[in-house]
């Protein structure tokens, strides 16, 4: 097991990967890697990433950097645990260039879904910091769910009204 992640380590992870691949391309950081560079927490067990496109090196580089460096990643987003939802790429923060490498938040909507979908408590804390940073509004948050409810049974793994439950007891608590 490899240590955790601050945002210094995060950071030099970016860089390093900007600096080791030899393509244009983009990576999405999601859950705690997000969390860790907003501040929100201190660290993250790993650095949660989607590459899109992927740029030419990546995962040579990452094999690399993973040792090198001490940190765990992972390839991992919202949209391998529930629908994707359309305009992602287009929601999602900007945070940096390094190389010919631009990185991304994940589409901060796509984030607090999955994390409502899993309603661990961590999760539901970085749902809650993501709204108290205005990243995601209440009411968008539910119009980004009916967007993708239809498409709930491609994902067996998820109850369809407990999800729905879940994503409206958010949007209805108060501010």
């Known amino acids: 097991?490899?240590?955790?992640?601050?945002?210094?380590?995060?950071?030099?992870?970016?860089?390093?990967?900007?600096?080791?691949?030899?393509?244009?391309?983009?990576i999405y950081l999601t859950g705690g890697a997000t969390a860790v560079l907003y501040r929100w927490r201190a660290i993250t067990i790993d650095v949660d990433i989607k590459p899109?496109?992927?740029?030419?090196?990546?995962?040579?580089?990452?094999?690399k950097l993973k040792d090198e460096m001490d940190i765990n990643v992972e390839l991992a987003s919202p949209?391998?645990?529930?629908?994707?939802?359309?305009?992602?790429?287009?929601?999602?923060?900007?945070?940096?260039?390094?190389?010919?490498?631009?990185?991304?938040?994940?589409?901060?909507?796509?984030?607090?879904l999955s994390k409502l979908q899993r309603r661990h408590d961590r999760d539901i804390?970085?749902?809650?910091?993501?709204?108290?940073e205005g990243l995601i509004e209440k009411e968008r948050l539910w119009e980004m769910f009916t967007q993708i409810e239809a498409q709930l049974i491609r994902y067996?793994?998820?109850?369809?009204?407990?999800?729905?439950?879940?994503?409206?007891e958010f949007c209805n608590e108060p501010e």
């Not at 629908?83 to 992602?88: E, L, R």
């Open 125 to 132: 804390r970085d749902v809650h910091s993501l709204f108290r």
């Open 156 to 168: 067996p793994a998820i109850d369809p009204g407990s999800f729905r439950a879940a994503v409206m």
């Open 52 to 63: 899109d496109p992927e740029p030419a090196g990546l995962f040579e580089a990452v094999a």
């Open 79 to 112: 949209d391998q645990f529930i629908p994707a939802i359309p305009g992602w790429r287009e929601r999602s923060l900007f945070i940096a260039q390094y190389g010919r490498i631009k990185f991304f938040h994940y589409d901060p909507y796509g984030q607090a």
């Open 1 to 26: 097991m490899r240590a955790e992640a601050d945002r210094a380590k995060i950071e030099g992870f970016m860089k390093a990967l900007g600096e080791r691949t030899g393509g244009e391309g983009s």
